[in-house]
């Protein structure tokens, strides 16, 4: 009798139970690695190109703001 009800109350929950999201597939996960990899490479390049700038201005004594 228990296992009636197990089963009866597992097969209501799987019933009303919001379905998995679909796995990742190689080509998605791939795609986004070289998306989050790109995005990672540009903020580094513009970091370093603004302490460039920002050495370029110490350098020649004019500070922005200043």
Known sequence: MTKDITAARARAEARFKAP???AESEATRAEREMRER??????ERLAAEALKAKGAEIRTGRRRGA
């Open 38 to 43: 790109t995005e990672r490479l540009r903020a």
């Open 20 to 22: 998995a999201p679909p």
